[in-house]
């Protein structure tokens, strides 16, 4: 069955960068829409950063554009998100999410971000 591993999380610092990778397995990567989300203590789970299947064309909230960058490797079935300038309401469970129709649809497990000094 269709599996979405993130890793990468952890603390760090205010201005700081950590990059998130998501491993994909048993399903056809290259044709689904992968996104990441995340969750913050109290709130909704809110999308960070979008990537399209077809040309790799991306989008982000308002929130982080210009600081995170999503990118996907089709042939390692893998996907990042490089965050940068790292702000504590960066702080939340980021998940890894694949998307190829209203009914098709995978999440990952979930990984710990937190921005603290």
């Known amino acids: 069955q269709a599996q979405l591993v993130e890793s990468g999380g952890g603390l760090v610092q205010p201005g700081g960068s950590l990059r998130l990778s998501c491993a994909a397995s048993?399903?056809?990567?290259?044709?689904?829409?992968m996104s990441w989300y995340r969750q913050a203590l109290g709130k909704e789970r809110e999308l960070v950063a979008r990537i399209g299947s077809v040309d790799g064309s991306t989008n982000y909230a308002d929130s982080v554009n210009g600081r995170f960058t999503i990118s996907r490797d089709d042939a390692k079935m893998m996907v990042y998100l490089q965050m940068n300038s790292l702000k504590p309401e960066d702080t939340a469970v980021y998940y890894c999410?694949?998307?190829?129709?209203?009914?098709?649809?995978?999440w990952g497990q979930g990984t710990q971000v937190t921005v603290s000094s």
């Open positions: 999410n694949a998307v190829l129709s209203t009914v098709v649809y995978y």
């Open positions: 048993r399903f056809a990567f290259s044709l689904y829409t």
